[in-house]
């Protein structure tokens, strides 16, 4: 494995020097999450549909456990175990819209990772930089276990645990872990950890600190040690299952699927879940003992237990949802841990928006009415007061507002109309409102997906190393 170590090494060296003026080196929180032999005993795999504009090129990396869908292009880069989802690549043609300017697109969209270390990462292009339309790229980076890079292009930029860059462009940052930015554009900045920091120019700058003796509990992280806390306990005790389904060639067909909905075979299903009409569960989702109403969606690295969703819910990258009931139209953002009590499941409204990053852990009963916004820490009744807002009293702030430790300033309203306008696009895209002839989205256009693995060297110095691959029609 002589030429994958160096390899490794050579990652870790060009994201320090890209990160030197914030004094940090990655490397100790990278390695211990970097298991040798599983990244020369894991296959890598792809899908191929006749929706998604297909061709893939590696080059000289490790793919070990990792899932390609789209124009995907990886070169001198260690993934494991990550999501490469380019399901929403934009082609030759279309047109690209970016404060009131469209452009054409002069060529297909491509995703390029390019000397990076990505681990249990979630990559979904969700292209918004203007500057390079063409090309969705990671140059130069790292993401640690379990973090989102969402329509987030990179260039020497570190992710820590549980992280999320989303439709945010990084150069030369650290976003520590659990942490949350939508910002746009951000230079050469650390976010601490546990910051949720939402901005858009001239409207709304929404924030929130987790108090950090609050987050240690859920994830922590030191030098030299994997990632600790609640979070990982509980994908540990649930990672046995995953086994199974990748292990296996062939599994036999889920009974009870809807024609219109989409299961990943590469999911998690555990006996008494239902499905709905035009429902959409990605790979790596997890779902046991629970109701996906009509719409709902269940995206990678979900995992959804004794629990009802109503229909037409987001279920968000990451978000974990245990013992509850959620209205229709709720949206459960980005690494989001939503635990009810098993004889009291916690309870949300429909309409409401539980902000990514949120943790509501209950030692009481809760109950979120319909239509409100939900942020921070929840253990039971008295922290709602603090963490949560109705959408109406909301849309009424004009200039700035503290609730507890948040802090909200500019205009509620567009605030509010950004989000749902959001969850419309998420549900539209995912097929939620597919009405049997139009409106098709991913559920629909997944259905007969192909996979197709790859393997690394098995022995010798390039042991590790994927064979230089070109995939295209």
């Known amino acids: 494995m002589q030429k994958l170590q160096k390899l490794i090494d050579r990652i870790i060296r060009r994201i320090n020097i890209n990160l030197r003026g914030l004094e940090f080196d990655c490397g100790p929180y990278l390695r211990p999450c970097i298991p040798d032999r599983k990244l020369s005993s894991f296959y890598a795999f792809y899908g191929i549909t006749g929706h998604h504009p297909l061709r893939f090129s590696f080059s000289h990396s490790n793919l070990a456990g990792s899932y390609f869908l789209g124009k995907c292009r990886v070169d001198g880069s260690v993934l494991y175990k990550t999501d490469i989802r380019g399901d929403e690549l934009k082609l030759k043609g279309d047109s690209f819209h970016y404060r009131g300017i469209k452009m054409a697109m002069d060529q297909d969209e491509i995703i390029s990772v390019a000397d990076s270390l990505l681990v249990k990462t979630l990559v979904h292009n969700k292209s918004h930089d203007p500057e390079n339309p063409e090309v969705f790229q990671i140059k130069n980076s790292a993401a640690c276990p379990f973090a989102n890079i969402h329509g987030a292009p990179m260039e020497g930029s570190f992710l820590g645990a549980f992280a999320t860059a989303d439709l945010t462009t990084l150069h030369g940052c650290i976003v520590e872990p659990f942490a949350y930015v939508q910002l746009g554009e951000l230079w050469h900045e650390r ?76 999911a998690v299903i555990i006996p008494k879940t239902r499905f709905g009409e035009n429902t959409l569960v990605a790979q790596r989702a997890y779902l046991e003992n629970s109701v996906l109403g009509k719409g709902a969606n269940a995206q990678e690295n979900c995992f959804i237990i004794n629990s009802i969703l109503e229909g037409d819910n987001v279920t968000a990258h990451g978000a974990k949802i245990v013992n509850a009931r959620l209205g229709r139209k709720t949206f459960v953002g980005f690494n989001s841990f939503l635990n009810g009590l098993p004889d009291a499941p916690l309870v ?118 994927y064979p230089t691959i070109e995939i295209q029609p």
């Open 191 to 266: 976010i601490e950890a546990g910051q949720i920091w939402i901005n858009q120019d001239y409207t709304f700058d929404f924030r929130y600190q987790f108090p950090e003796e609050v987050l240690a509990q859920y994830i922590r992280t030191e030098p030299g040690q994997l990632p600790q806390g609640r979070f990982m306990d509980f994908l540990n005790e649930r990672k046995g299952h995953f086994r199974r389904v990748f292990d296996t060639v062939h599994l036999d067909p889920l009974p009870g699927v809807p024609k219109s909905a989409s299961v990943s075979r590469y």
């Open 348 to 465: 949300i409204g429909k309409g409401s928006i539980v902000m990514p990053h949120t943790i509501i852990d209950l030692e009481e009963p809760v109950s979120i009415p319909a239509d409100h916004l939900v942020w921070g820490y929840i253990s039971g009744p008295r922290d709602v007061e603090h963490n949560s807002i109705s959408l109406k009293a909301l849309c009424d702030i004009k200039r700035m507002v503290t609730i507890g430790r948040m802090e909200f300033a500019g205009w509620g309203s567009k605030f509010v109309e950004a989000f749902q306008h959001r969850i419309d696009h998420i549900l539209e895209e995912n097929g939620a409102y597919f009405d049997g002839r139009k409106k098709k989205g991913h559920a629909q256009k997944g259905q007969n997906i192909a996979y197709n693995i790859i393997q690394p060297y098995p022995m010798g110095m390039q042991k590790g190393i």
